[in-house]
């Protein structure tokens, strides 16, 4: 945009957020880049923050301090937590003004996500109908979980919640499978590490695909929490729990 007196600025590819993406919570710098008019001088920023946790009159700088870089280049910068109670992009009002009486507006656009939810294997997995086709109550949704590595493969791993932590509903999974893709399987996945992981819940094969489809989380990183945990306790499998007239939704669980 230009004003009619003075100052040039502020188009929309020089308003930035690095990162422009964060979760709630999370750190951003916020930067107007100003290419000043003709004998414009006395150049000010302020931003509408308030959207963000922030103020609604809030100054920018370009004196090297608040998250400036340089100062005296005209980029001016501050640096903020950014808090939403709902995950949301945001376009943050920016004015610029210049003491000849110049002004101009832009915008800066901003995602701020909440955290994923921390669920335990067996509530992402839900209970499991012995006569019907089941799926995560989360399928679709991004989560954080934990569980020790019980094994590994070229595509993917499966970790399962630790025995002293799991319920005791025989209908809702302690495992789940760990999807990353061919040969993203991270260092970190290693048998009987105890990790965390953050991804999206997915259904494998579609339920269009399948009777008996399997949920997954979606993800190429992981945290080790512990190393060397003992691995859980293996499940001896009876007469009573799989039957010759049981159907074949008694091996989803």
Request: glycine share 12%; hydrophobic share 35%.
């Amino acid at each position: 945009d230009r004003d009619v007196t003075g100052v040039q600025t502020c188009a929309l590819p020089i308003c930035a957020a690095n990162p422009s993406t964060v979760t709630s919570g999370g750190t951003t710098l916020l930067t107007v880049t100003v290419t000043p008019g003709t004998g414009s001088t006395g150049i000010a920023v302020t931003a509408d923050l308030s959207g963000i946790g922030g103020s609604a009159n809030q100054a920018f700088y370009d004196d090297g301090t608040n998250g400036d870089v340089t100062p005296g280049d005209n980029v001016f910068s501050f640096s903020t937590a950014a808090t939403s109670s709902t995950s949301k992009t945001y376009s943050l009002p920016v004015n610029v003004t210049d003491t000849e009486g110049g002004a101009a507006t832009a915008s800066i656009s901003l995602t701020v996500n909440l955290p994923a939810p921390n669920l335990a294997i067996h509530t992402i997995q839900g209970e499991r109908s012995l006569t019907a086709t089941s799926t995560s109550p989360y399928a679709g949704q991004t989560v954080t979980t934990q569980g020790i590595v019980t094994g590994v493969g070229s595509a993917g791993y499966f970790i399962q919640t630790p025995d002293s932590d799991a319920d005791s509903d025989p209908l809702t999974p302690e495992g789940i499978y760990v999807y990353t893709g061919s040969g993203k399987v991270p260092a970190q996945a290693v048998i009987g590490n105890y990790v965390q992981v953050t991804g999206a819940v997915s259904t494998y094969p579609a339920v269009t695909a399948s009777h008996t489809p399997a949920t997954e989380i979606n993800s190429t990183t992981a945290t080790v929490l512990a190393t060397g945990q003992a691995l859980p306790a293996a499940i001896t499998l009876t007469t009573s729990m799989l039957t010759p007239s049981g159907g074949l939704y008694q091996l989803t669980p």
